[in-house]
């Protein structure tokens, strides 16, 4: 798999369920952060989380680090429509600045 | 507090001609880094820069790609002689500082080469 990989590819879901992605990645880093894309659009920063942190939450967001196992997931609580977007976690290989994007995970909620 | 600011938002080029794309971090960054992101994939880290300086360009095309971050100004990404597979969108991001904050990011710029 690659540095910074999101699992599923794509999810569709039900307004009002939850939503869980999943990111792995290779190496040792310092930071991992998810962001947003609406199609055609910039970035959005969701959430930064450090190495020496589990968990973090910011509104319906809830992330999760697990550096033993090099994995993240964020979870979506209560979608909504306007969640519709393209997820992507980014990690720094080495506490370097340069953050290596997956793929992404493309997330639809239905009305 | 402005985020980061990139115009065009997008650009039609011909085959052969240039193109210049701007982008101003948030205010009080002075740490700017540019990704290309091409259909269905994940942003690659291109170009690192300060003020007036490069301090990574590993992840740029040796020919045709330069990026400069004046003293004053905003950061310009030039591609010379543009071919097809340029078309892309590109972003850039500033911190407040490098490496362990928090990367902002642009609209990005959509290019499109005819």
């Known amino acids: 798999s690659q540095q910074g990989e999101e699992d599923p590819q794509a999810l569709s879901i039900q307004e009002g369920e939850n939503a869980t992605m999943n990111c792995s990645y290779k190496?040792?880093?310092?930071?991992l952060q998810w962001y947003r894309q609406n199609s055609g659009r910039g970035l959005v920063h969701l959430i930064l989380?450090?190495?020496?942190?589990r968990e973090k939450h910011s509104g319906r967001l809830r992330v999760t680090l697990d550096t033993s196992k090099k994995s993240s997931s964020l979870l979506i609580t209560a979608s909504r429509a306007a969640d519709t977007a393209s997820y992507f976690c980014?990690?720094?290989?080495?506490?370097?600045?340069?953050?290596?994007f997956g793929t992404g995970t493309r997330l639809k909620v239905l009305a | 507090n402005a985020g980061v600011m990139q115009n065009p938002r997008h650009l039609v080029r011909r085959r052969g001609q240039e193109a210049r794309l701007r982008c101003s971090p948030m205010?009080?960054?002075?740490?700017v880094y540019w990704y290309r992101q091409l259909p269905e994939e994940g942003l690659k880290f291109m170009v690192y820069?300060?003020?007036?300086?490069?301090?990574?360009e590993s992840g740029m095309p040796k020919e045709r790609f330069s990026a400069e971050f004046p003293k004053e100004g905003p950061s310009i990404l030039r591609i010379q002689q543009v071919v097809r597979g340029d078309s892309a969108a590109y972003f850039c991001?500033?911190?407040?500082?490098?490496?362990?904050?928090?990367?902002?990011f642009g609209p990005g710029t959509r290019l499109t080469v005819t």
């Open positions: 991001a500033s911190s407040s500082a490098g490496g362990i904050e928090e990367q902002y």
């Open positions: 190496t040792s880093i310092n930071n």
């Open positions: 989380i450090r190495s020496n942190e």
């Open positions: 980014a990690t720094d290989p080495s506490g370097t600045y340069k953050y290596i």
């Open positions: 205010k009080g960054h002075s740490h």
């Open positions: 820069l300060q003020k007036e300086n490069i301090i990574d």
